[in-house]
């Protein structure tokens, strides 16, 4: 079951770098086996390039190493809180892409302008607030994934795929890794695109509702009806 | 005749996906045989690297699959509104490139600024209103196609061979798909062109008049000279 | 001779496509054998990909063509113009390269913001006026290249070794087809650098005159010291 | 020793290229050997698709050629104030990249935005005052330099690793060749971040400075804990 975790995530982590989302070392994939509890991620500042699947680390649900060689992320405390807290997620994708990380250094959620946007993310991608210095000194890494669950305290993850974190940069995550490489990719073309239509229009109104829930329900609801039908 | 246009249709697929015109798999090509009035289309939500020939969809013009295991794409519909509005036209393309969605979200038309868009656009590109919400309600993508064809009332598609739908993103046509196809890279490009002259001057003036005639009609006119002599 | 002119002609325009310069067929290279007075140039419309030496038409000082089963590029008239009026140059480059083309739709010259411009034009990138009715009627493509040279009336075209058509788009020339090729890619950088820069600083003023001229002069004047001895 | 030094700085050139940061051959890479006092650098103007490691040009710290049968860099004064400035640095890179030399032409410093920018660069990233006329006169490329230092006497170029070069473009450095050039991609891609930014919010705010700090520290302070252990 490990084995095949850890493979899912290395092979999400590729796939991360393939979309063109990493530069260095800045991102990476986790993915949780929930029976057991264990979570498989990306080790710390490993080049990409040189990775393989039993490079992936294994920690337990309090970050403690349980299996591998190497260091795992920095990030791992976030990615650990985010899956406490939302119990319907098997992936976690951190990155620092371009254009998403620009509206999060903005401290500007991405609205919703558009169909693209509207079929994966039902609503705006919200902004967290800044971390205070206490927050900071007690456990930066798990206090960036409490705020990130702060934020959504009136929200729903499962249609609401990714967060900014303010002054930083995007987290998306999804149902297994794959999925949260996906919904990463997707954030940073919406965020994209989201900048070109409002330097076209600074007072761009948002999608009408009735269009955004379509599109949202087309995809995701329980009528959906894109795609092909699940074997 | 439906196997050439299948996969005629097909690699129209493959070249959109080529041309970076494509994020998963947000864009599809559909091709028809006007004597037998069926269309082949991409399947819906297929990934563009394991999709073959034989994987198009044939429909008919109510949009029945009359061959093909897979769903076509869910966009199905607006295509046959385009083949039904417009009788010349052998080719359309839909897709969430970057620019041209700009554009789209941010409701403006392209303004024709300058020659590469008056060698292949006549006039400015057009965008079409929103949906209402009964019409959402009364079938989402045959709507899409119709307000389409509305916009168009007073515009020829043939010299105008695109639309940006509002809040959404473009169609392209062409009299085959391949042709569908080029005309969506080059609505790209002019929307990316066309981007940054605004920036550079907000209150940027169309080309004039003469100049984009001129253009149009040394490409398309009776009298065209560009290119190599049609064998 | 011809020969080994068509295929340096040849080889330039696949390195203009090379660069990512061109888009479809929107770029030609020439280049000119001045004994001769025979032009070779790109043929009209032709693939990039499917493009080969034999390929090059020739024309002579006319525009007549010499050698070739093509039509010579649409507009070659306008090269001829250059070679016509800018004696020192052996080669031409036109494209609709996208940063280019977005000053040229602005009607703005590219001002000297930086060394990278100062390096290879001295001065700004200047823009023609708008052709007359008149003008286009009487021959739309040489009279493109009667602007040029109209502009350059106060101008230098070894120094400034390139313009941008106002609506339209840049043409680069150079000692060979090689250079202007190289110039047209030097070009579109300090576009793109230009528009970033003037968006950074809408203000922005030009680099002061004894930097330009030192980077102008260490690449190009008499005691120029970049780059290997020529041999 | 110095073998070993010409591979390095071959490698970091070529990696250089590899990165997209270099135009043609606008960059350039050395390293020193402290023991020795030689510097290995880049010869100027040569293609790097066809340069060699035996191609780098070894100079001693008055720019004395004693190895090598090409011209080093012309921009090779300015690295040796670099290095005798800084005795702590031992790769430095030059580069005209696009969104780092918008920052340096408009003048502008990048603020700290965010924490891709605090991760590796302690503060905002610097920009010189332009030559006058009399240091032009002098000697561009070592003045070049000496503004360079001039600009760090209140600044640690250990936190600081680049700057921006007014009119120009960015040097950065870093304790070996290697180093240097992931300082200079880092720099282009917080560039492009602070442009975004900037564009959504002209009035943004700097990162609060606790969070700038932890970033830092968390990478380069004395309990780093991002990334491996040092073997």
Chains 1, 2, 3, 4 share one sequence.
Not at 105 to 126: K, S, Y
Not at 166 to 180: E, I, L, S
Not at 204 to 226: E, N, S, T
């Amino acid at each position: 079951m490990i084995e095949q975790l850890k493979k899912e995530v290395f092979r999400a982590n590729v796939e991360l770098a393939r979309h063109g989302l990493v530069t260095l070392t800045w991102g990476n994939v986790s993915g949780i086996d929930r029976s057991s509890r264990l979570v498989a991620i990306k080790p710390s500042g490993v080049d990409y390039q040189s990775m393989t699947a039993s490079d992936m680390v294994v920690v337990d649900p309090d970050g403690k190493v349980v299996e591998g060689k190497l260091r795992p992320s920095s990030d791992t405390p976030t990615h650990l809180e985010l899956y406490r807290a939302f119990p319907s997620i098997g992936g976690v994708v951190h990155t620092h892409s371009l254009y998403a990380s620009m509206f999060a250094q903005a401290c500007r959620e991405i609205p919703c302008l558009g169909t693209t946007h509207a079929d994966h993310f039902n609503g705006p991608v919200p902004v967290t607030r800044f971390l205070t210095p206490e927050e900071v000194d007690a456990g930066y890494e798990s206090w960036t994934g409490k705020i990130i669950v702060e934020r959504f305290s009136d929200l729903n993850s499962t249609v609401t795929p990714g967060v900014l974190v303010a002054g930083h940069a995007p987290f998306t995550w999804g149902g297994n890794p794959a999925d949260a490489v996906e919904n990463s990719l997707i954030l940073e073309r919406i965020a994209q695109m989201a900048l070109g239509s409002i330097q076209l229009n600074p007072d761009i109104p948002v999608l009408p509702m009735h269009i955004q829930q379509k599109h949202y329900q087309r995809k995701h609801g329980p009528d959906a009806y894109y795609g092909q039908k699940k074997p």
